[in-house]
C-alpha cells in the first residue's frame, strides 16, 4: 500500500490480527469529538479473506490421490495473491468510499476510479475468496473433470437402459 499510495498511506502495522493503515487524510468534524484534525485509520481483518485455504485444504482431503499434501503448500502460496486483493480493496474502499466525501477528495481518486475500487471490493471479498481455492484445485487436479464427464456418461446410459427395461416390465 505504502509504495502505491506513498502520498497518503504514513504506515502499516499488524496488531492482534488486525492490520491497520495509519494515513495523512484528514477527517472532518465528528458529533462529541472535540475539536481538532484527525488522521484517518483504516483497520482490516485479514482473517475474512483467509478461509480459501481451508477450504482448499478440505478440497484436496477429499480427493483420492495419493500425492495430495504435496499440492497443499503450493496451492496455499498461490492463494497469497487473492487474499492481498481482497484485503487491499477492503482498505481502498474504507479511504474512497464508507468515510465520506471529504477523504474521498483527499485521495485524488477520480469518480471511475472509487467506482473501481467497489467493484474490487465486491470482488475480492465475495468472489475470489470462495473461487479462487475452488479454481485452483481444478487446476491441480485436471484428471478429475474427464473423469466426472466419463463416468456421467456411463451413468446417463446405465439410466437409458434401466428405463427401457423398467418400460418393457409394464
Known amino acids: 500500500?505504502?509504495?502505491?499510495?506513498?502520498?497518503?498511506?504514513?504506515?502499516?502495522?499488524?496488531?492482534?490480527?488486525?492490520?491497520?493503515?495509519?494515513t495523512t487524510l484528514k477527517l472532518g468534524m465528528a458529533p462529541g469529538m472535540p475539536e481538532g484534525e484527525y488522521a484517518l485509520v483504516l483497520e482490516v481483518n485479514p482473517l475474512a479473506y483467509g478461509y480459501g485455504l481451508p477450504l482448499f485444504a478440505a478440497l484436496l482431503l477429499a480427493s483420492s490421490e495419493a500425492k495430495?499434501?504435496?499440492?497443499?503448500?503450493?496451492?496455499?502460496?498461490?492463494?497469497v495473491?487473492?487474499?492481498?486483493?481482497?484485503?487491499?480493496?477492503?482498505?481502498l474502499k474504507q479511504?474512497?468510499?464508507?468515510?465520506?466525501?471529504?477523504v474521498t477528495a483527499q485521495t485524488g481518486l477520480m469518480p471511475w476510479q472509487v467506482e473501481g475500487v467497489a467493484l474490487g471490493y465486491q470482488f475480492g471479498a465475495l468472489i475470489l475468496p470462495a473461487m479462487a481455492p475452488i479454481g485452483l484445485w481444478l487446476a491441480f487436479n485436471r484428471g478429475f473433470?474427464?473423469?466426472?464427464?466419463?463416468?456421467?456418461?456411463?451413468?446417463?446410459?446405465?439410466?437409458?437402459?434401466?428405463?427401457a427395461r423398467l418400460q418393457g416390465i409394464e
Do not use: N
Open 81 to 91: 495473491p487473492f487474499q492481498a486483493w481482497g484485503i487491499c480493496f477492503d482498505l
Open 1 to 22: 500500500m505504502q509504495s502505491f499510495f506513498s502520498s497518503w498511506v504514513e504506515s502499516v502495522e499488524w496488531s492482534k490480527r488486525i492490520l491497520g493503515v495509519a
Open 145 to 163: 473433470i474427464p473423469m466426472l464427464m466419463l463416468e456421467g456418461g456411463c451413468c446417463a446410459g446405465s439410466r437409458e437402459i434401466l428405463s
Open 95 to 102: 479511504a474512497a468510499v464508507t468515510s465520506g466525501p471529504a
Open 68 to 79: 495430495r499434501w504435496r499440492k497443499l503448500v503450493p496451492g496455499a502460496l498461490l492463494q
